[in-house]
């Protein structure tokens, strides 16, 4: 089992930055793909990024039009999401994710998740 907990959401406005933590808790975190997702108010949750198990390998969704950066430090068992330039649409509850010997963007092939921050950008 691994357990996840987000933190760093909160209000900002158009233009800002922010950095969203997710530490985890339990087995082996070097040995999981990490990812954060989001889910905007009313829509499905969307991928925004992943990272691979040693921090070499990152993708990006294409909305996010390489204004966030992933990253892992493994010795603290934390993934960060650095998201500058915030625009209102990226208003949403911010998830991250482990997947056992993978790093994707596809949603389903996480095996655990945590229970999201809010994220709300304003115009």
């Known amino acids: 089992q691994v357990q996840l907990a987000e933190s760093g959401g909160g209000l900002v406005h158009t233009g800002d930055s922010l950095r969203l933590s997710c530490v985890a808790s339990?087995?082996?975190?070097?040995?999981?793909?990490m990812g954060w997702f989001r889910q905007p108010p009313g829509k499905e949750r969307e991928p925004v990024a992943a990272?691979?198990?040693?921090?070499?390998?990152?993708y990006s969704a294409d909305s996010i039009e390489g204004r966030f950066t992933i990253s892992r430090d493994n010795a603290k068992n934390t993934v960060y999401l650095q998201m500058n330039s915030l625009k209102p649409e990226d208003t949403a509850v911010y998830y991250c994710?482990?997947?056992?010997?993978?790093?994707?963007?596809?949603?389903?092939?996480?095996?655990?998740w945590g229970q999201g921050t809010q994220v709300t950008v304003s115009s």
């Open positions: 339990g087995r082996a975190f070097s040995n999981y793909g």
């Open positions: 990272i691979s198990w040693s921090g070499n390998t990152k």
């Open positions: 994710a482990a997947a056992r010997g993978m790093y994707t963007l596809y949603e389903i092939e996480y095996d655990y």
